[in-house]
Nanobody
Framework: QVQLVESGGGLVQPGGSLRLSCAASGSNFRINAMGWYRQAPGKQRELVARLTRGGITTEADSVKGRFTISRDNAKNTVYLQMHSLKPEDTAVYYC????????????????WGQGTQVTVSS
């Protein structure tokens, strides 16, 4: 059982910056990958950025050069540093991760955080 807790959302002006954090808690698990998704009203949830255990990153074209995903393995935490924010970045941002139990039968599950609101507006 894993819980994901997000923080760092808020209201920011266009061109501003925010850093989102997602901390994974629980026991007897290994993180395979963690990432961020977002969903704006009336839109489908979309991938923003993803980071695998091996350090491979994936970023949506719309955020390349502006957003950076990173992690602190010791804290089981993933971050999304957002710069040059645009109104179209406004959405609920969700943390997501794939976790495998460190004990038999080594089951893998996908978990979602509760979401944190990011609003970019002047």
């Amino acid at each position: 059982q894993v819980q994901l807790v997000e923080s760092g959302g808020g209201l920011v002006q266009p061109g501003g910056s925010l850093r989102l954090s997602c901390a994974a808690s629980g026991s007897n698990f290994r993180i395979n990958a963690m990432g961020w998704y977002r969903q704006a009203p009336g839109k489908q949830r979309e991938l923003v950025a993803r980071l695998t255990r091996g350090g491979i990153t994936t970023e949506a074209d719309s955020v390349k050069g502006r957003f950076t995903i990173s992690r602190d393995n010791a804290k089981n935490t993933v971050y999304l540093q957002m710069h040059s924010l645009k109104p179209e970045d406004t959405a609920v941002y969700y943390c997501n991760g794939d976790f495998t139990s460190s004990r038999p039968p080594y089951l893998t599950h996908n978990y979602w955080g509760q979401g944190t609101q990011v609003t970019v507006s002047s």
